[in-house]
Every structure is written in C-alpha cells, then in structure tokens.
C-alpha cells in the first residue's frame, strides 16, 4: 500500500500536561462547530442546573446529573474536534462541570483557552481567501488588458 503524506494542518496541544487534543485551528468547519457548541453547552449547563433545583437535598441525583452533564459536553467536544480526541484523557479525568480554581466551570476555562488559537487559526482562513481572491483579481485584469 502506498501512503500519502500532506499537510492539513492538524496541530496538537497538550493540555495541562496531560492528554493531547489535536485538531486544525484554521479548519473553518472547526470554527463553525465550535460556534454552535457554545449554544450547545450553555443549553446543558441550564438544564443541569434546573435539573439540579428539582434535586435539591439529593446528593447522589445531583452527581448523576453533574456526570450525564460531563458526558454531553465531552461528546459536544468530540463533535468539534474529532472523535479521535479522548476528552476524558484530555481532562485527566475531572468532570468538566466541576470549577477550576478561579471560580469558574472547567469548560468555561477550556473555552476561554482555546479561543486565541481557533480565533488566529479563524483570522489565518479568512486572509487566506482573500489573499486568493486578490490574486485572481489580479489575474482577471491582466487578461482583460491583453484583450
């Protein structure tokens, strides 16, 4: 079997010294996933906490409610990123509900990690079409000149 080797632009992150998520950041289909998932998760995070008002006093209910949550959003994660991402190993196992140390969910962290890298990779797709765009332009001209 021959194999075919190009670049597409896949890069991988360590995160937080444990597991590697590997995506493109420049992928615009990465970016528009990634745009509908923050719907999608704000919509998990009410209804668990919805969930969570019903169950008040019920410890066990709250952490099943908490892992179903995890498991949404991990599966969200996996929708924007590849399925090939293990989001359990790249969170080290901790539910992405729970708060980081600054007061805020783990995924709410995670977001607001990633958002430089997809927004250049984001900004690196739009120049490149344009730059594309300008070019044909240009071409367009010189062959209506030579007309």
Not at 32 to 53: C, N, P, S
Not at 57 to 77: F, M, N, P, S
Not at 113 to 133: F, R, T
């Amino acid at each position: 079997m021959e194999k075919l080797v190009f670049d597409s632009g896949i890069r991988e992150f360590e995160i937080n010294g444990g597991g590697v998520l590997r995506f493109n950041p420049s992928d615009p289909n990465v970016y528009a996933r990634l745009v509908d998932a923050v719907g999608k998760i704000q919509a998990v995070e009410e209804a668990l906490v919805a969930e969570a008002q019903k169950a008040e006093g019920d410890g066990g209910a709250a952490l099943r409610l908490l892992e179903a949550a995890d498991r949404k959003i991990k599966d969200i994660l996996g929708w924007v990123f590849g399925r090939e991402n293990d989001f359990d190993q790249i969170f080290g196992g901790v539910n992405v509900m729970g708060v980081g140390g600054n007061g805020e969910r783990v995924i709410t962290n995670f977001l607001a990690a990633l958002h430089p890298i997809v927004e250049a990779g984001a900004q690196l797709c739009a120049q490149q079409q344009v730059d594309a765009a300008v070019a044909e332009a240009k071409v367009d001209r010189a062959q209506r000149g030579k007309a």
